[in-house]
């Protein structure tokens, strides 16, 4: 078992965490903490995609019910409960990287604070998405649309194996914005 390193505040690296950007809502910031401890508690040394999933379908209802009525949920919560207590072992090792996305050096607050290169992009998405929407901070749909973009992320593998087809998801969710942004109002709490 490799051993925990504690990570210095995050005023004491010269960085922000990633909970405390201030273009996440006040729904967003707590699931980042949540991802980060998780995070931790697994032995993982970045926050990845999956961990961001785990936390984001904890928070709320909102971001359940996009997955829509059945079982589907059950086995989705049912696959990040086994991987945290060891079905991510196998992503222990490496970081997640599709090398779809470039990776940005440095620059942003999730880095800074270990995120997975996928996972600090997911997070950037989420604020973007929220600024076409006309909503200065981003939420938890937001977040869950950006988590299932890349075919390669941590996160679309853990749907697929509940059998939960992304780019369905993604379709659902698009759609849900989509009228949101006809309407001109933001798309609620979640």
Request: hydrophobic share 40%; charged share 25%.
């Amino acid at each position: 078992m490799r051993p925990r390193i504690p990570r210095p505040p995050a005023h004491e690296q010269g960085g922000r965490r990633p909970d405390d950007d201030a273009r996440l809502s006040a729904e967003l910031a707590p699931v980042v903490a949540a991802a980060r401890r998780r995070a931790v508690r697994d032995g993982d040394r970045h926050i990845d995609t999956a961990h961001l999933l785990h936390a984001l379908l904890e928070s709320g209802p909102q971001v359940r019910a996009a997955f829509g009525d059945g079982p589907q949920i059950a086995r989705l919560l049912g696959y990040l409960v086994q991987r945290s207590i060891g079905y991510g072992l196998r992503w222990q090792s490496g970081v997640e990287d599709s090398g779809a996305l470039p990776v940005v050096t440095g620059a942003t607050a999730a880095e800074a604070d270990g995120c997975s290169p996928l996972a600090a992009a997911a997070l950037k998405s989420a604020c973007e998405r929220a600024a076409r929407r006309g909503d200065d901070l981003a939420r938890g749909l937001d977040l869950l649309a950006a988590l299932v973009a890349d075919p390669q992320a941590r996160a679309v593998e853990v749907l697929s194996r509940a059998g939960i087809d992304a780019r369905e998801l993604t379709a659902r969710l698009d759609e849900t914005h989509g009228l949101d942004e006809a309407l001109g109002s933001p798309s609620g709490p979640g």
